[in-house]
């Protein structure tokens, strides 16, 4: 099922939950909206499932306006953080409700919902109530009973955050394999970034009710249009750094009253052009310690994370984070040279903060 | 202590090292001792002296500040006996013999302090009572006068020693039963005495006289009874006191209902004693219970079955119908969106807070109206069972569509989301998926519902004429008023046969009516 | 998919998104129905025949049930309450009946009883709690059967036993001292309501505040004075403020107990005034406009109170907007 969004305003009262939201999502395709908390993902969801009424724009499944359209009559599954299952009822009865509802037979109940708890490896279960079941257990009879009616478009509502990071893990693999073998077109709510990257075949990018960026995972990475979506992808998250980028003898110079760097044409060119400070984006995977470098720093803090070493240094008045191989055992308050990748840092207007290097 | 250095040179804490001497304790005792006794006959004078006059002002007879002073009065020693003892207790764990002494010392002293302000002020054992100034002792024949007061009112009345009083006016008496017709009696008041003196049959009136005898071996009681107080306190663990406080207060209230109980199985009761037939202790009997079912006390002819069966539909369509109406009204105020949700939630809350049962006059001619239409008239009208349910029903409403609204927002709104998403309609959400998840909620107001109908007394009196819709407490009402003289243990029969459900409440869900009966207000305060 | 065709489903959709609004109010108030009309017919229409009853001299002599041939009297009935010298002494005793009740009851031994029971045992503590609901889920007429045989003279009576003892005097209590008797049996009923709500202020008192204080160097008691009462301020206000109200209109009690007797008035509330007037007189001349007047100004002060109520406890922090649009 294709879902097309047009110009999409909801508000409550005077509180914007999102504005002027145009999103094409293709059929099969795997969409995960991803922000903040607040920013709107969670109510457009909602609005797409019927629960909310869109105050202005439109809301197509395939051809068809669902603007006012009951939920029950959109023919969607969705899976719920809390998982809401009901409590009253066995694990059966909870797969089994939706077909309740659309007054299945008795037997093609039975043999549905034994089917897809199967699938979910949860056919042991049936009898039990949801109270008796272990988070990851829960998570699957909330997939399932979102998946027995067969529905044309599957709604997630940040399924995985109540789940702990091993069972997370497991589930992420599961869901997205789930998805692409069924081919329904599904859209998935998360603030975690890891998760958005990982599952979704594009990402739309919120916050503060309005889209930032609507892509591909690694585009997103490697060209993010807003500072925003470059600070929000990507962890540990971006450094930002206020420059001034000139352009002497052919080379570029971006300089801050204690750096100074040299770049490439095809990342300088842009924003040498822009009058005034700009804001210098680089990932921390793109800052070396290397005793060549050419920029000297402290130490300010080290934090292992095991794998490598998360490490604050600062020059002068900034401060950068990198990473570190853990092998070299820095101290804080050790002195350091530093070398920066400097044809993968990104260039944002500090009004717009558009990037100078992608144009929407 | 010294050597520590403080935060605060200036106001260095002075601690007295040397420990303190005997002496000092027993004035420091006798010192709170006597603030205890200042305190209470403050509080003696406020109610007698301050504000029993100020409401006298305003014509209302009451005797409430007499008692208040009365209690106080009667509490002053021993309020005194405590304050001393808090002395002595530190003591108990290093020195008992001290605690005891330094404890005892003290409570004689106030002890005699208190007895010479009774001596001079009449009061207490040197109040003045009512007496006809001889003793008597009991004999067969009857109460023999041993000897009398010259010049009292035995004497006046020509009574002399050796006489065998038999009879007051032709009541015969023995030493308790006239000791309590004495006791009772006004100054002044003739008393006429049957008495034989020899063979001789005589008859005499005497006039009670008010005596004050200041004998101060009465107080050896007192005085015992303060100093084992005293020990008592002194000993005390504490963390029983709150303990003996409670069961203190508490104690009217069970011996109440240890009374009801006790009297629906016996034949008669003298304070809580229970008597047979032949005024023995004892006499465990079924037959107060045995004439509810015969349908005859004290002459009233009655047939429990249809009271009964009243009683029950009451209470059972009340708690059905104010079950299913707060929680739609409470479903709708708390899940849904509509113009005119804000009014009617305020509305609600201050429907909450409003008295009803100021509404009782006009109410009664609604349900003349109601009664006047073709059908409804029949099953709510005025004189019908529908009726009072009905009345019983809006009056509990308030309360029942708060509490429910209340249960409902406690329920998260991904069950509501996902059961519409599922299928389901508003309708169908609230009935399976919503109202199984406030069963306690439902069962609180349930049970509150209950126990309103089947005890509801003034909307069934109020509405109704005759026994055809009369309840068990109207009906009950109507046995201690219609019967006389009151068979008090048939009644109370009849009473803990209507008492027998909430006693079932009360033991098996305590909670719950802990709960509701703040009224759905504790998310308030 | 074309512009025209588009912009067409979309006018189409509005119109469709009106009715649906429409249809889903209209579910609402289906939802809000039954209790609407119970409210309406017993809450909203005797307020307003109350007031107007309070104008007519409807009496026994006069009975109708028919509101339109009622007489109309203007504030007759008002002035004559105002002369009425009855209606004086009832007044005071309405006002000491409230005073005496909610401050040795329903106040002080309400806050006496929160504060014994949360200092021992949990379970213990709520045991107690427990046996002070009994009065209020006792019906009336039976609780009242107690007490009068509480105070019967002896040798029935339970209380007169000590009197006997000491040999003292015995009494019917019921008949000399009547308001000690009405005080203390509506007194024990209106504990548990003070007691239920001091108890969760109590023990919605941080623990590490309790502990602190205690650290801090105060004993059991000054915890009680400088901790505990401050905090539970509000809690005291509110059951102040309720139990007036509740005490000022209820009166099953006093007439099941000593129906405002003995003798003229003695004992005879405001609110019970009401009744008798209108409801229950014993010489058979029921005054309906005259009754109602005494019941409307009962109602005016609830009233004023409610509303009072909903502004202090905060009500728009109650209402929270629903989060489901759907029908």
Known sequence: MEIRIDNLTKKFGDVVGVEDLTLHIDDGEFVAFLGPSGCGKTTTLLTLAGIYKPTEGFIRFGDRVINTVQPKDRNIGMVFQSYALYPHMTIFQNIAYPLKLKKVPKNAQNEQVRQVANVMGIGDLLDRRPGQLSGGQQQRVALGRALVKEPDVLLFDEPLSNLDARLRLTMRGEIKHLQKNLGITSIYVTHDQVEAMTMADRIAVMNRGHLQAFDAPDELYDR??????????????????????????????????????????????????????????????????????????????????????????????????????????????????????MSQAQFFDPRTERSLLWKQ | MTARASLFDAGKLKVDESPSSLAQDLLNALRLGLIGILVMLVAAFFFSGVVGPLFALGNVEETVMDVLTRLALLALPFIAYIAAASVARPYTYTDTARALGLALTTTLILFAAISAGHYVFNYGVFAPRPSLQMTLSQTDAGLRVDAIVAGGAADIAEIQVGDVITAIRRDSVDLTAFNRRLSQSEADAPLRLRFTRGAEELQETARVVLVSDKQLSVLLPGLALGLVFT????????????????????????????????ATFSYRTEGLVPLDSSDNIG??????????????????????????????????????????????????????????????????????????????????????????????????????????????????????????KGFFDNIPWDMERSALIDGASRFRTYWEILLPQIRPGLLALGIFAFIGGWNAYIIPATYSIGSGVSNLPVFLNELIDETAPVDWNQVAAVGLFQLIPIFIFFIFAQEYLLNIYAGGTKGSS | MSEPNSKAKSSAALVQSRRNALRSYLGAYGFMAPAGVLVIIFFLIPVAIVLYL?????????????????????????????????????????????????????????????????????????????????????????????????????????????????????YNYVSTNPWVFVVVVNGFIGVSFGMIIFTSAIESIPKDLLNASLVDGSSRMQRIRFVILPLIRWPLLFVVTYQTLSLLTSFEEILLLTDGGPGLYRTEVWSLTAFHRALSNYFGNAQWGYGSAFAVLLVLIGVVLAVIYMRVFRFDELIAEPRVEAL
Do not use: C
């Open chain 2, 231 to 262: 020990a008592i306190i002194v000993f005390l663990p504490g963390h029983w006191a709150p303990y003996i406080a409670l069961v203190g207060l508490l104690s009217p209230l069970m011996v109440g209902y240890f009374w009801v109980i006790v």
């Open chain 2, 283 to 404: 006499g465990f009997t079924l037959k107060n219970w045995e004439s509810i079912f015969a349908g005859n006390i004290s002459g009233l002819e009655f047939n429990i079955w249809p009271i009964l069966m009243t009683t029950l539909t009451i209470a059972l369509v009340m708690t059905f119908v104010v079950l299913l109406v707060s929680s739609m009204a409470g479903y709708a105020l708390s899940r849904m969106h509509f113009p005119g949700r804000r009014f009617f939630l305020s509305f609600t809350l201050i429907l909450h807070g409003f008295p009803a049962i100021t509404l009782l006059i006009p109410i009664f001619f609604v349900l003349l109206r109601l009664g006047e239409l073709p059908v409804i008239g029949e099953l709510f009208g005025f004189n019908s069972i529908g009726g009072i349910a009905l009345v019983m029903v809006a009056f509990q409403l308030p309360l029942g569509v708060w509490l429910m």
């Open chain 3, 54 to 170: 309070s104008v007519t001299n409807l009496a026994s002599s006069n009975f109708t049930s028919d509101l339109a041939r009622m007489e109309f009297i203007g504030l007759k009935n008002y002035e004559t309450l105002l002369n009425d010298q009855f209606a004086r002494k009832i007044f005071f005793n309405t006002i000491f009946y409230v005073l005496v009740t909610l401050s040795i009851f329903n106040v002080s031994l309400a806050l006496v009883v929160s504060l014994l029971t949360t200092h021992i045992d949990r379970s213990a503590g709520f045991v107690f709690r427990a046996l002070w609901i009994l009065p209020r889920i006792t019906s009336p007429v039976v609780y009242i059967l107690i007490w009068k045989r509480m105070m019967a003279e002896a040798p029935f009576g339970i209380l007169n036993q000590f009197n006997e003892l000491l040999g003292q005097p015995t």
């Open chain 1, 224 to 341: 993010p249009k807003t500072r925003f979506v470059a600070g929000f992808v990507g962890n540990p998250p971006m450094n930002f750094v206020d420059v001034e980028v000139s352009r002497s003898n052919g080379r570029f110079i971006a300089e801050t009253d204690s750096i100074r760097l040299a770049l490439g044409a095809e990342r300088g060119s842009a924003p040498a052009g822009h009058d005034g400070a700009v804001v210098m984006g680089i990932r921390p995977e793109d800052i070396q310690i290397d005793a060549d470098g050419d920029v000297r720093g402290e130490i300010f803090v080290v934090e292992p994370l095991g794998r490598e070493d998360l490490i604050d240094v600062r020059i002068g008045s900034h401060s950068f984070i990198l990473l570190a191989d853990t092998e070299r055992q820095h101290q804080a308050g050790e002195r350091v040279s530093l070398k920066f990748d």
